[in-house]
């Protein structure tokens, strides 16, 4: 018999499914990479910024040395934008490394963790990797059904995830009914705000979660770099709570947690607001030509508002993998989400003119 490493609740984590990347299409299918589009990752279709570029491009001189692991200076270019002071900031290797710490930080083994059913991988996987205890509430057209959600708090519960704009399915809760909802939590049980998407949201849905810090102890907000800033591949994302949950999780974060090239990335994408109105109105734009031709076919998908929109593809359970396969034939990239508990849908990223229409082209096919 071979012996069996770890805790039984590690054996049982099934791996995060990632988008296909370009070159593994291309090997697969036979295909030139450079006809191949992706829009299976929420990347920004612009890239990165220009400004961040050259930015990483002059810090690439001091990268024989370890980063700055108090990330003194983006701490205060995050200050300088939103006023929030430095002892408040957590920063991490992705925004997927706050919603890591704040499970390992909050939860102990056999500890609840409440969720939506359809809401982002990662914190079925965090929860996991503690040996929590995943209270999954089912969702609401699609979206976290807030009233489930507070009922569904126990004893032991210790942490709650909430994603707005959820992803994969894009729903959106305003801020007046996440606020209720804190006012309802224990105090004693944490609340990540997943806002990964927060910057794509049109100017009458914004609200200020970062006011809220201040009057709930319990509440840690989670930013990303990857989405509409554009620094997906350096993985740099913050958190944003009162002292008290903000020192605990830069106790166990790793010292050296973000490098010095995300770090210096980061500093000029912040402060580059016009590449950030750049990229939401792209967004708002590729959005409404994609679904336009959603309606003009008659496919139902959930209204989004980040930077991506799930389509129903069929009403059999294989369909999404069906209709996945014909578009990567295509080479067309996008995510099924059958693992999700969707089978017949996909996500779409939002990508540039070109490829959305390109996209809508193979979808055709593939539908016909
Ligand atoms: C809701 C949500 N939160 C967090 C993340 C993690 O992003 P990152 O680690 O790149 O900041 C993602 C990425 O897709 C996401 O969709």
């Given at each position: 018999?071979?012996?069996?490493?770890?805790?039984?609740?590690?054996?049982?984590?099934?791996?995060?499914?990632?988008?296909?990347?370009?070159?593994?299409?291309?090997?697969?299918?036979?295909?030139?990479?450079?006809?191949?589009?992706?829009?299976?990752?929420?990347?920004?279709?612009?890239?990165?910024?220009?400004?961040?570029?050259?930015?990483?491009?002059?810090?690439?001189?001091?990268?024989?040395?370890?980063?700055?692991?108090?990330?003194?200076?983006?701490?205060?270019?995050?200050?300088?934008?939103?006023?929030?002071?430095?002892?408040?900031?957590?920063?991490?290797?992705?925004?997927?490394?706050?919603?890591?710490?704040?499970?390992?930080?909050?939860?102990?083994?056999?500890?609840?963790?409440?969720?939506?059913?359809?809401?982002?991988?990662?914190?079925?996987?965090?929860?996991?990797?503690?040996?929590?205890?995943?209270?999954?509430?089912?969702?609401?057209?699609?979206?976290?059904?807030?009233?489930?959600?507070?009922?569904?708090?126990?004893?032991?519960?210790?942490?709650?995830?909430?994603?707005?704009?959820?992803?994969?399915?894009?729903?959106?809760?305003?801020?007046?009914?996440?606020?209720?909802?804190?006012?309802?939590?224990?105090?004693?049980?944490?609340?990540?705000?997943?806002?990964?998407?927060?910057?794509?949201?049109?100017?009458?849905?914004?609200?200020?979660?970062?006011?809220?810090?201040?009057?709930?102890?319990?509440?840690?907000?989670?930013?990303?770099?990857?989405?509409?800033?554009?620094?997906?591949?350096?993985?740099?994302?913050?958190?944003?709570?009162?002292?008290?949950?903000?020192?605990?999780?830069?106790?166990?974060?790793?010292?050296?947690?973000?490098?010095?090239?995300?770090?210096?990335?980061?500093?000029?994408?912040?402060?580059?607001?016009?590449?950030?109105?750049?990229?939401?109105?792209?967004?708002?734009?590729?959005?409404?030509?994609?679904?336009?031709?959603?309606?003009?076919?008659?496919?139902?998908?959930?209204?989004?508002?980040?930077?991506?929109?799930?389509?129903?593809?069929?009403?059999?359970?294989?369909?999404?993998?069906?209709?996945?396969?014909?578009l990567l034939k295509q080479g067309v990239i996008v995510r099924p989400v059958?693992?999700?508990?969707?089978?017949?849908?996909?996500?779409?990223?939002?990508?540039?003119?070109?490829?959305?229409?390109?996209?809508?082209?193979?979808?055709?096919?593939?539908?016909?």
């Open positions: 018999m071979s012996i069996q490493f770890g805790p039984e609740y590690v054996r049982a984590i099934a791996p995060y499914q990632g988008g296909k990347p370009i070159s593994e299409v291309a090997r697969e299918f036979g295909l030139d990479e450079a006809n191949i589009i992706k829009l299976a990752s929420n990347e920004n279709p612009l890239g990165m910024p220009e400004s961040a570029r050259q930015a990483m491009a002059a810090a690439i001189a001091e990268a024989g040395r370890y980063p700055d692991g108090n990330g003194f200076e983006l701490k205060a270019a995050i200050t300088a934008k939103y006023g929030v002071p430095a002892e408040r900031i957590t920063l991490g290797n992705g925004s997927n490394d706050i919603l890591e710490l704040a499970a390992h930080a909050f939860v102990q083994p056999g500890q609840s963790v409440v969720y939506a059913q359809y809401s982002f991988a990662i914190y079925a996987l965090a929860t996991q990797a503690v040996g929590g205890r995943s209270l999954v509430v089912d969702a609401k057209n699609y979206g976290h059904d807030l009233d489930a959600m507070a009922a569904a708090i126990v004893d032991d519960t210790r942490l709650i995830f909430i994603a707005n704009p959820n992803n994969p399915t894009g729903t959106f809760i305003p801020g007046a009914q996440i606020e209720a909802f804190l006012k309802r939590v224990p105090s004693n049980v944490v609340v990540v705000l997943d806002e990964a998407y927060t910057e794509f949201l049109p100017a009458d849905l914004q609200y200020d979660s970062i006011a809220w810090v201040d009057r709930y102890p319990n509440l840690l907000v989670s930013r990303s770099m990857s989405k509409v800033y554009g620094l997906a591949g350096l993985r740099i994302g913050y958190g944003i709570a009162q002292a008290g949950i903000t020192d605990l999780l830069n106790r166990i974060r790793q010292p050296f947690n973000v490098n010095s090239l995300a770090q210096a990335a980061a500093i000029a994408a912040l402060r580059d607001d016009a590449f950030v109105q750049r990229s939401a109105k792209l967004n708002a734009d590729g959005y409404r030509q994609l679904t336009a031709a959603f309606d003009a076919m008659g496919l139902e998908y959930v209204p989004s508002l980040g930077n991506f929109v799930m389509i129903k593809v069929g009403d059999d359970l294989g369909a999404g993998a069906r209709i996945n396969l014909a059958g693992n999700y508990g969707l089978p017949q849908w996909l996500r779409i990223s939002i990508g540039l003119p070109k490829e959305n229409e390109l996209f809508v082209d193979a979808l055709k096919k593939a539908l016909a």
